[in-house]
């Protein structure tokens, strides 16, 4: 098994999960071709309903083959077969299912006779329904109650984030995180809260459908091992470079380590307010340094000044 850890292989994945003899990942991300004419690079994303309905029973019983007795298997999936993922994870493959979540990823395709769809679903199961992992405090957000009341009664920890994801917008062509040469890429701040909740430092993160590399890239930045797979010798390729060049020195604030600015960083999108906007509002500085230290799981006590000075680095 140590020789997967924390490489990208061009492979099948049903293929190579089929040769493994024993269960290795803590957490399986998968985001596979939704059958709706995407332009990948090997593979046909248009094929017979009950050929594409088959295949994914196929790569979901490698997946859950590998996963962990106490692992978690998230999966992003179009409206077109969302419930028979979700038939075939409860029903046919003993998945327990604990959150059907809907990323809205703020806008669409536009469209003339209908609303436009802005949405993926992203469902998330689990192996055995009572042992698994799940760090609320590391993607708790401040609540209605703390950001716009000011009410006492307010859990000063924050709130774990609603089922609906509404504050990660898709990587569009114009965005700097873009890759270019992948037709489908998942924003990076939608998967760190995925493996911050669903994981371990250290633990291992498989992406059966690696493309671009984001779960490699995230679940590497936040200190997990990863494997990767995809079909696609230029896919493959291309992540490997992607993880090579994040393996160069990261770099830091004064105050903060790398790891830490990072966190700062997500924490201003989830609560979906720029760092300006937040060094404007001592109250709101105040509070998120707060659920700062409440993500950093009490590692140290934070200075709300020091705080301050990372959110004007990142606002620059």
Request: charged share 25%; glycine share 6%; net charge positive.
């Amino acid at each position: 098994m140590s020789e997967l850890l924390n490489r990208i292989i061009c492979a099948d994945c049903i293929d190579l999960l089929g040769r493994v003899r024993e269960p290795f990942a803590d957490l399986v991300f998968a985001d596979p071709p939704f059958n709706i004419g995407y332009k990948y690079d090997k593979y046909h994303d248009k094929v017979k309903k009950k050929n594409y309905i088959a295949w994914t029973k196929d790569w979901m019983a490698a997946c859950k083959k590998v996963l962990k007795a106490h692992g978690s298997f998230y999966i992003a999936i179009g409206d077109d077969y969302a419930a028979y993922v979700r038939t075939i994870a409860t029903d046919e493959l003993g998945l327990h299912p604990r959150n059907w979540i809907i990323w809205h990823y703020t806008f669409g395709q536009q469209t003339k006779s209908k609303f436009a769809r802005a949405h993926t679903h992203i469902f998330y199961f689990v192996k055995d329904k009572k042992h698994f992992t799940f760090n609320d405090h590391a993607v708790r957000v401040p609540s209605d109650r703390q950001l716009l009341y000011n009410d006492r009664r307010a859990n000063p920890l924050g709130k774990v984030p609603d089922d609906v994801w509404n504050g990660y917008s898709r990587v569009c062509g114009t965005f700097r995180e873009r890759t270019g040469w992948h037709p489908c890429q998942m924003p990076e701040t939608l998967l760190r809260r995925i493996i911050a909740a669903s994981s371990n430092p250290g633990d291992c993160v498989l992406d059966p459908f690696i493309g671009s590399g984001t779960t490699a890239a995230v679940a590497y930045q936040l200190g997990r091992n990863y494997v990767g797979v995809d079909i696609s010798e230029e896919y493959v390729r291309n992540a490997s470079a992607r993880l090579a060049d994040l393996k160069e020195p990261a770099s830091a604030n004064f105050f903060f380590d790398a790891a830490e600015m990072t966190e700062l960083r997500q924490l201003c999108i989830d609560v979906r307010k720029q760092p300006k906007q937040i060094l404007a509002d001592r109250s709101l500085l105040m509070l998120l340094t707060s659920q700062f230290g409440v993500r950093m799981n009490g590692r140290k006590r934070y200075d709300v000044d020091k705080v301050a000075a990372a959110l004007q680095e990142l606002s620059t």
